[in-house]
């Protein structure tokens, strides 16, 4: 078999393969757990399936695909900084935290 056609017969598997990483994945991502409406970080149970299945849908467009995968990977890192041991408190207010509660939220004191 030459290069070009072992090349050409693993496409559709490589394809195959990549979609099981991305459904496996998008169960992956940890939804933040607060049940703070105000937080930055909430997602309701119903948005962050609404998030997985915009993933899950995207699966042949890259641009939609990317923004997808962003999303999720976003509020998960936030979730897991803000509401898990890896995550520490910042030495002073953020921008946001300034101007949504008079720089007292999100520093330790």
Not at 5 to 22: D, G, K, N, V
Request: glycine share 6%; net charge negative.
């Amino acid at each position: 078999m030459t290069q070009n056609a072992l090349t050409h017969s693993m496409r559709p598997t490589l394809s195959c393969l990549y979609s099981l990483l991305i459904r496996h994945s998008v169960y992956s991502f940890r939804r933040p757990e607060t049940t703070d409406e105000s937080s930055l970080i909430y997602q309701s149970v119903e948005t962050w399936e609404t998030k997985q299945q915009a993933l899950l849908d995207a699966e042949g467009d890259a641009d939609a695909e990317k923004k997808a995968l962003a999303n999720l990977r976003n509020f998960d890192a936030a979730g897991q900084i803000m509401e898990t041991e890896k995550g520490m408190d910042s030495p002073s207010p953020c921008k946001e935290c300034t101007n949504r509660k008079g720089g007292s939220q999100g520093v330790e004191g």
